[in-house]
């Protein structure tokens, strides 16, 4: 057994702690004052690696498990990736959540994905619309691996009376969020192409390539929409901002911060209240903001909080997604908690992030 409950402080172990989720759930403990917290990088545990991640619980005895790492990115990272996406994330779950039972961890939290709907599914999406119809096809490797989570944490709370839980959440945006223009989510590719547009407009040629040597290659493209020479050597002072689908999509929108709080407060309700909020094999809970927006209103506010005062056009013939992803948060709200950071200003601290350069970019997507 872990042993560190009898002293009123768990050993808390935070899985992709650099990741922007796992990130903000260690800043929002460490604020909290709990430091008896436990990480590791990728290059120091191989999550896929059953063996190591066995030998990481029993040296470790953690008491409570964020289960924050994932492989994750957007519509083009989904579909160019879809066997690492699916393949990494089933294995970094099972092989934690397994390891987590076998060293006496009682208490789990696991991090989802809203994705894990059908893709034609009422609208505010509840929870017990989870395995009703067909997955939106563009992720559907990502959401089969969540959807696995969730049911490995339902399994061995049935099986082994563990309480392991599992929260859902909306779209999210914030520091240390994921910049390369080939794998980031909507809001963090607008903020760059919307930054890199505004230096255009400057003539600053020396920031946007600083720029690219901080967050990754800039594509064709984006080069194209910023009037940039393939050498990244002249501006031709011609730019418009072109973005994928068109822009009626709507999307809801969390602070990343939001979902920390809601990932510790769910995670330190009493077992009781828990039980009688869900069912054990619907257990998973909704974390949304409350409220969605289109995709071209996103665009705008990305706009105005950037800077860029340019042309913003949008691509029809470039996919859209799902129509509309607005979360049914109610399960949450009634036991007590409520999404506080409004966009405009998670917007301004996200971009602030982002100039400061502590933001990151890869090429395959990232164990977040």
């Known amino acids: 057994m872990s042993g560190n409950l009898s002293t009123g402080s768990p050993k808390i172990f935070v899985a992709g702690h650099r990741g922007m989720v796992g990130s903000a759930i260690l800043r929002h403990l460490q604020h909290a004052g709990q430091h008896n917290i436990v990480t590791r990088t990728h290059a120091e545990l191989d999550l896929t690696n059953q063996a190591a991640v066995t030998e990481f619980f029993r040296t470790e005895q953690p008491d409570q498990v964020y289960l924050a790492a994932a492989k994750v990115g957007g519509i083009h990272a989904n579909n160019t990736y879809p066997a690492d996406f699916i393949y990494q994330n089933l294995m970094i779950q099972a092989n934690v959540i397994q390891a987590a039972h076998l060293h006496g961890v009682h208490k789990l939290l696991f991090l989802g994905s809203s994705c894990i709907y059908p893709k034609a599914v009422a609208q505010p999406m509840r929870e017990d619309a989870l395995l009703t119809g067909v997955l939106e096809p563009s992720n559907e490797p990502y959401a089969v691996a969540k959807i696995a989570g969730i049911k490995l944490c339902e399994s061995y709370n049935r099986q082994y009376g563990r309480d392991y839980r599992s929260v859902m959440p909306t779209n999210l945006y914030g520091p240390g969020d994921n910049y390369h223009l080939e794998n980031s989510h909507v809001l963090p590719a607008m903020i760059r192409k919307f930054h890199l547009a505004k230096l255009a407009q400057a003539g600053d040629l020396e920031s946007i390539n600083q720029d690219e040597r901080l967050y990754g290659p800039i594509p064709a493209d984006v080069r194209a929409m ?102 049914d948060s109610t399960r949450l709200q009634q036991l007590g908690w409520q999404a506080r950071i409004a966009f405009d200003t998670g917007l301004a601290t996200t971009y602030t992030d982002y100039l400061s350069g502590n933001a990151r970019s890869t090429k395959q997507g990232q164990h977040a």
Do not use: C
């Open 226 to 327: 910023i009037g940039l020479d393939a050498q990244g050597t002249r501006l031709s002072g011609e730019v418009k901002i072109r973005l994928w689908g068109s822009g009626t999509p709507y999307r809801e929108f969390l602070h990343v911060d939001d979902m920390a709080a809601a990932s510790v407060f769910v995670m330190n309700l009493d077992t009781g209240t828990y039980a009688a909020t869900t069912q054990p094999m619907l257990s998973h809970i909704n974390v949304g903001f409350g409220s969605d927006i289109t995709i071209r209103e996103a665009a705008q506010a990305v706009a105005r909080q950037v800077g860029y005062r340019g042309s913003i056009e949008f691509d029809a013939t470039k996919p859209d997604g799902t129509f509309r992803k607005l979360m």
